[in-house]
């Protein structure tokens, strides 16, 4: 079982109202800022227990705020089986692995996705090759995020590719997300890291998201949202960074 000290739990408010600010700014990030903040005074998968109800609250209203469910399934299921089936695979090393290499699995796949964005990479398009690479990608992010908490790569760049209108990607990000918290829900059920004061912890975590968005929402009409996700990049990057070199000196 997971005990939390109060120091955590005042830690975990102050990071999701700040990641709650980056998401209300960029649109994007709660999760990612999140499990990077948490992950410098607890393992990942105390951070990933901390934001699971936060994470299915924004992911639903991602996905079913979008123009046409239906049709993103019928494009990318294949995608989000392999997503379940490696998710699933990958799970076990979050929950039964050391915490201090899976938090420097963690920092590896923040720096990567900074990186990326600081850099504007663009995947190119897949073309011919969508419908074997999707589950590809799908299977990857599943190993991925489920070793480490963290969904993000390489799906995020990979759904970028497909060239979906803005609401069609943002709707197939939050399928992606809310496939991804689901099989992360049970598998942390049943490698017995989850139990119900858990949730209700996490569920506490949703008002400081909700009042950082607010938050963040004001400030994006008072600071440039490009010039804020550069920098929150870069912070992302030198989290990334510490959480990838604690290990190794420790």
């Not at 990030?29 to 951070?47: K, N, Q, S």
Request: charged share 10%.
């Amino acid at each position: 079982m997971i005990g939390y000290s109060p120091l955590h739990l005042f830690f975990a408010f102050v990071v999701f109202f700040a990641a709650g600010i980056v998401k209300g700014v960029t649109g994007m990030g709660l999760p990612t800022v999140a499990m990077g903040l948490l992950g410098i005074v607890m393992t990942p998968v105390h951070a990933v227990v901390f934001q699971i109800v936060p994470n299915y609250v924004t992911n639903f209203w991602q996905l079913f705020t979008g123009p046409d469910i239906r049709g993103l399934w019928r494009r990318l299921w294949t995608m989000m089986l392999a997503l379940i089936l490696g998710t699933a695979l990958g799970i076990g090393a979050l929950t039964h692995g050391e915490g201090k290499w899976t938090a420097f699995g963690l920092g590896v796949v923040l720096m990567i996705y900074a990186g990326l964005g600081l850099f504007h990479y663009h995947a190119p398009p897949p073309g011919r090759h969508e419908k074997w690479l999707s589950p590809v990608m799908g299977g990857l992010t599943g190993l991925i995020g489920g070793g480490t908490g963290s969904c993000i790569i390489p799906a995020v760049p990979y759904l970028n590719s497909l060239n979906l209108e803005k609401e069609e990607l943002v709707q197939a990000l939050g399928l992606t997300f809310t496939v991804s918290n689901i099989v992360m829900t049970l598998g942390l059920a049943c490698g017995g890291a989850l139990r119900l004061h858990g949730l209700g912890l996490s569920a506490l975590m949703v008002l400081p998201a909700l009042l950082g968005m607010w938050v963040g929402q004001k400030i994006r009409y008072r600071v440039s949202p490009e010039t804020f996700r550069r920098w929150f990049l870069i912070c992302l990057f030198l989290l990334g960074l510490q959480l990838a070199a604690k290990p190794l000196f420790s």
